[in-house]
């Protein structure tokens, strides 16, 4: 007997699988989601979402980046906080929607040597007024074309 049902075979064969690794770039973006959590170790950590704004090439496109909040990890929580101009003391409703340049390399992934996208740093964005359609929890050009490198910013 087949794993998947007549109608979640046919959205197989419908699904396009459109994920590419993005040219190694700044981007500019708004902080998504800062999350409290654990790594799989169990070590306390921030997990940060940024996802690309609209109008730019790629918009819709989500990075992530987590820093833990113990021993060797600490200089990078404190230096995400900083570059991003937010006191230690903010909390995620005063992150979420902080505008931001997302300086991004192609890495490999551990797991599979497959390549990824990787955040070096994230710096506050002083610029122009990013689009309200861009604020937090907008889904709505999550499936925007990606683009090339054009307009980098």
């Not at 959205?11 to 994920?19: N, Q």
């Not at 993005?22 to 799989?40: D, I, N």
């Not at 819709?60 to 906080?81: A, E, I, Y």
Request: aromatic share 8%; charged share 30%.
């Amino acid at each position: 007997m087949s794993l998947l049902d007549k109608q979640q075979q046919k959205d197989a064969k419908e699904y396009k699988d459109d994920f590419e690794v993005l040219p190694a770039g700044v981007y500019l973006c708004r902080v998504m989601e800062v999350e409290k959590t654990t790594s799989r170790a169990g070590a306390g950590m921030l997990k940060w979402t940024f996802k690309v704004a609209k109008g730019q090439p790629a918009a819709g496109r989500r990075f992530w980046r987590n820093t833990m909040l113990q021993g060797d990890g600490w200089p990078f929580t404190v230096r995400m906080f900083k570059d991003l101009g937010l006191p230690l003391d903010a909390d995620a409703a005063t992150i979420e929607g902080t505008p931001c340049r997302v300086f991004v390399e192609v890495g490999t992934r551990q797991d599979t040597g497959e390549p990824q996208n990787n955040v070096k740093q994230a710096v506050k964005y002083d610029g122009t007024e990013l689009p309200e359609e861009d604020a937090v929890g907008s889904d709505s050009d999550i499936d925007a074309a990606f683009g090339g490198s054009d307009g980098l910013i």
